[in-house]
């Protein structure tokens, strides 16, 4: 399930370069139920949920950020648990305002968008950055390191990762053999992300893409509901579905 939040506040707005951890914490602050809130805050594995990047209508770009000229954003929440959709949307409707980095958003609409039309072959495109990681040895010591499109083993670690997350979701015991994920490589742009947890800032490499999605219809809907790749609920992976026919 998904849907479109729109916010408003009543004057322009500044929004840093990096706001995930920004939107991660309304959508914790939005759950209805406090015990799932408090849940998937404390889980230390999957949280089953990702979101898009912001959509500026009117932006203009300055060194400290990008300014909403008219205070208008929205963005996308997806999730294959349906019971977190449906927190978010009370929560939304139980208090129609959000705080933004300390300044007051209202919420002028909550859209819970229509179902796609699965096929077992579909085109990609990503509306967050995709971030897939492994474990390097350097040194003596285990270093995590972000791998690029450039490699196949991004495409593996894509599907082992989208496989790892639905069988434990639906606790069911799906192979990688039912996906197959893979790029034409027509855009690729990688952008540089900070992650900022408990004080201590994090960067990776992540990238908007184009990818393609072919197998098991079950697998291909989870990842539009879930996200692909890594730090889903942190707002990564977040794809778009279109036909390839």
Known sequence: MRLKILLKSEKSLLIPFNYNHILSSIIYNKIADLELAKELHSSKTFKFFTFSQ?????????????????????????????HLIKSLVEGHLDNLSVN??????????????????????MGVKTISPIIVRTKKEVDGKLK????????????????????KKYNQFYNE?????????????????????????????????????????EG??????FAYDCGLGEKNSLGFGMVDLHSLK
């Open 100 to 121: 933004f980095k300390g300044k007051e958003l209202f919420v002028e609409k909550i859209e819970l968008l229509g179902e796609v039309e699965i096929e077992k072959h």
């Open 216 to 221: 098991d219809l079950d697998l291909i809907k």
């Open 144 to 163: 995590t390191w972000d791998i690029a499109p450039s490699e196949q083993k991004f495409y593996n670690s894509l599907e082992n990762n989208l496989v």
């Open 173 to 213: 015991e799906r192979t990688n053999n039912e996906i197959s994920i893979s790029s034409p490589m027509t855009f690729v742009k990688r952008k540089r992300i900070t992650i900022e947890k408990d004080n201590i800032k994090t960067f990776h490499r992540a990238f908007m893409m184009d990818l393609d999605l």
């Open 54 to 82: 912001l959509n500026i209508p009117r932006r203009k770009m300055v060194k400290e950020g990008i300014i909403s000229k008219n205070g208008a954003v929205n963005f996308q929440i997806s999730s294959p648990n349906e």
